[in-house]
Every structure is written in structure tokens, then in C-alpha cells.
């Protein structure tokens, strides 16, 4: 999809593999992705006075959410666009930036999920049936797209929309920065901008803009 953009490729554009013999997440690392989960991939071209590109993230999550719904499940979301269920992670979402595109990466565990990673996972089938993923990759373009369509005319309903499905204010949290550093902290929102805002034991606040972040 990159290479796709890099050439020329209009905004819209849907790439789904039905299983990945190279699946990465965030900061390079694998992902499992057996056949009968969803590999799926769209493309925006960001337009000047645009929201920033990075909380195209948020507009990720909500649709994700919004879809999983459809199919039976309700997720939590976490920051920036994990989903939740019961503590256990169900998708991942990738953004990856070529000149003025956006490439957005869903990995969903419909059919199986990881059993053997640091942290815990579940999947659709975990909890009754599993969708098809042919099916719920549509479902998932068609929420997507309103929720860019909302994005484009300013981040405020995203982010209210975000902040209904996310764990509870007041959640502990720890954070876990670019440069190696960690912070632990209370969850206290997002900002105007889609940031993470943690507060801290000291009573100060801290507004995270990238890194991991766990529940504690």
C-alpha cells in the first residue's frame, strides 16, 4: 500500500490480504497473521487545514470499535487505538505517513489470537463466532469512511466519540516513551489534539504524544 501511494494511488484505495508471511506492528514488531483474521489496509491523502495526520489514529479506533460492534463484541478502547476485551488485546492498528498519504494498517483477531506474546490477547472466536473476514472488512470501510468524513470538518466529534469508549478517567496507566523512559500515571483524557494527558502522583500533569502505553 505504501509503494501504492508512493505511485500515485487515490484516497479510498482497500488492500486485504488473507494471511501475512511478514505482519508487523508498531516499532517493527511481528505479527502473527494465520489465515481467517482480518489484514487490511486503506490510504488517505491528508489536505491542508486538516486536523494533524496523527490523529487519523483515533478515527482508526472509533471505526474499528464501531464495526466490532456490528459483530457482537464491545470493545475498550486505550490509547492511541487499541481495542480491548477484558483487558485482552483484540486488533492492532499501524500508521505509516508517505508525502501528503496516510497508510492505515488493521490487524483483527477474528479466528485465532496469539498465545504466546507478553502481553494478553483474545479474538472474535474466543468469544463465540468468528466474522468473515471478507465481510467485516467491508463493514469496517463504510465506518471508516464517515467517521474520515466527520475528522475532515475538525477532530471534536472523534475525539468525544473516542473518550465514550475508552476505560474509565481516573485509570492507572504507564507509559512508555520513545526514548526508553516510562511513566506512570492516572488517566486524565485526551487533549484538544488527541494527545494522551496522564496525571501524575505529584499532581502535575503529563501530555504524551508517542509511546505504549499499558494498563496497570
Do not use: C
Not at 117 to 124: E, G, Q
Not at 132 to 149: H, K, N, Q, Y
Not at 155 to 170: D, K, S, T
Request: hydrophobic share 45%; proline share 6%.
Amino acid at each position: 500500500m505504501l509503494a501504492l501511494a508512493r505511485s500515485g494511488a487515490a484516497e479510498g484505495l482497500w488492500l486485504r490480504a488473507g494471511r501475512q508471511t511478514g505482519g508487523r506492528g508498531r516499532q517493527g514488531r511481528s505479527w502473527a497473521s494465520p489465515e481467517g483474521n482480518l489484514y487490511v489496509s486503506t490510504l488517505v491523502r491528508v489536505r491542508p487545514g486538516e486536523p494533524p495526520a496523527a490523529t487519523l489514529a483515533l478515527v482508526a479506533a472509533v471505526a474499528l470499535d464501531e464495526t466490532a460492534q456490528v459483530f457482537g463484541l464491545t470493545p475498550t478502547l486505550k490509547w492511541p487505538n487499541d481495542l480491548l476485551v477484558d483487558g485482552a488485546k483484540l486488533s492492532g492498528i499501524l500508521l505509516e505517513r508517505a508525502e501528503d498519504a496516510v497508510v492505515i494498517g488493521f490487524g483483527v483477531n477474528l479466528a485465532h489470537h496469539p498465545l504466546d506474546i507478553d502481553r494478553p490477547a483474545t479474538s472474535f472466536a474466543a468469544h463465540g463466532a468468528a466474522p468473515d473476514p471478507g465481510i467485516f472488512a467491508e463493514t469496517l470501510a463504510e465506518s471508516f469512511g464517515r467517521w474520515l468524513s466527520r475528522w475532515r470538518e475538525g477532530i471534536a466529534p472523534v475525539r468525544e466519540r473516542w473518550l465514550a469508549r475508552a476505560h474509565p478517567q481516573g485509570t492507572a496507566l504507564a507509559a512508555r516513551l520513545s526514548d526508553g523512559s516510562a511513566v506512570d500515571g492516572l488517566f486524565g483524557g485526551l487533549d484538544a489534539q488527541g494527545a494522551l494527558i496522564l496525571r501524575l502522583a505529584d499532581g502535575t500533569t503529563r501530555v504524551i504524544h508517542a509511546g505504549d502505553v499499558f494498563l496497570l
